[in-house]
């Protein structure tokens, strides 16, 4: 992608908020995530993007489907594993 510091602080951003809030709601049954679902063949993102729309839904529905006791909260998923942060 380049060096776009606007894009970069914004995705840091979005860890920071996900990492407070999970911390904020760690003793309810809340679990908060971000997540990454790749570059993904739309009208936004381009007809060269490797991945397409069903490829790239499959994290959310991992997120919203997987049994609480194999997800991590406050982290952040792609491909349906946790990226380091």
Do not use: C, H, Q
Request: glycine share 8%.
């Amino acid at each position: 992608m380049g060096y776009y510091p606007a894009y970069s602080i914004s995705k840091t951003a979005v860890n920071a908020i996900t990492k407070n809030l999970a911390n904020e709601l760690k003793d309810t049954s809340v679990m908060v995530f971000s997540m990454d679902p790749g570059w993904v063949k739309t009208n936004l993102r381009g007809p060269d993007a490797p991945l397409s729309i069903e490829e790239g839904i499959e994290t959310p529905i991992f997120l919203a489907t997987e049994p609480a006791s194999n997800l991590k909260s406050g982290e952040f998923y792609k491909e349906k594993k946790i990226l380091g942060w």
